[in-house]
């Protein structure tokens, strides 16, 4: 789904002439075919799922969340407007982010589910979420509401 989107977004770009939207989708496809390169290796022909593709673009965002970290530190805050204008043309293909107060319910609901009571559940319980919320969830954030709640 996603993948089939980007080859239009990036013609809309180009259109309208929008240089910072048409390098952060080149990127994308880039690091995609990249990626769907190393899958055809392992055996698998279509490439890379929906799931991997999301994760990828997360990563993106999460670089780019760095980035602009680093770029107020050193002064630089033209470099740090441009990532944060890549967040936005990035985050066009993610789906809408679960908030904390989500997160923690999500939270609750799988440990819930799944009947974890200490430590040794965590990766169960992580596995479940990535599984149930792949692309909504910042699941640093949430690997900390699990590691608090089954008593770390």
Same mark, same amino acid.
């Given at each position: 789904?996603?993948?089939?989107?980007?080859?239009?977004?990036?013609?809309?770009? +180009?259109?309208?002439?929008?240089?910072?939207?048409?390098?952060?989708?080149?990127?994308?496809?880039?690091?995609?075919?990249?990626? @769907? !390169?190393?899958?055809?290796?392992?055996?698998?022909?279509?490439?890379?799922?929906?799931?991997?593709?999301? +994760?990828?673009?997360?990563?993106?965002?999460?670089?780019?969340?760095?980035?602009? $970290?680093?770029?107020?530190?050193?002064?630089?805050?033209?470099?740090?407007?441009?990532?944060?204008?890549? !967040? !936005?043309?990035?985050?066009?293909?993610?789906?809408?982010?679960?908030?904390?107060?989500?997160?923690?319910?999500?939270?609750?609901?799988?440990?819930?589910?799944?009947?974890?009571?200490?430590?040794? @559940?965590?990766? $169960?319980?992580?596995?479940?979420?990535? @599984?149930?919320?792949?692309? +909504?969830?910042?699941?640093?954030?949430? $690997?900390? !509401?699990?590691?608090?709640?089954?008593?770390?």
């Amino acid at each position: 789904m996603i993948r089939e989107l980007l080859p239009d977004a990036l013609k809309a770009a +180009q259109k309208e002439k929008d240089a910072r939207a048409v390098s952060t989708l080149r990127l994308i496809v880039a690091a995609l075919k990249d990626r @769907d !390169i190393a899958a055809r290796g392992k055996g698998n022909p279509d490439g890379i799922p929906d799931e991997e593709i999301l +994760q990828m673009l997360q990563t993106m965002v999460k670089q780019r969340r760095e980035s602009i $970290s680093m770029y107020e530190k050193g002064g630089r805050l033209e470099l740090a407007e441009q990532e944060a204008e890549e !967040i !936005i043309i990035i985050e066009r293909f993610l789906p809408e982010q679960l908030d904390a107060a989500a997160t923690e319910a999500a939270v609750e609901k799988t440990i819930a589910d799944l009947g974890a009571t200490g430590l040794k @559940d965590m990766g $169960s319980v992580m596995g479940a979420l990535r @599984d149930n919320y792949a692309g +909504q969830m910042d699941f640093g954030r949430a $690997s900390g !509401i699990v590691k608090a709640r089954l008593g770390g």
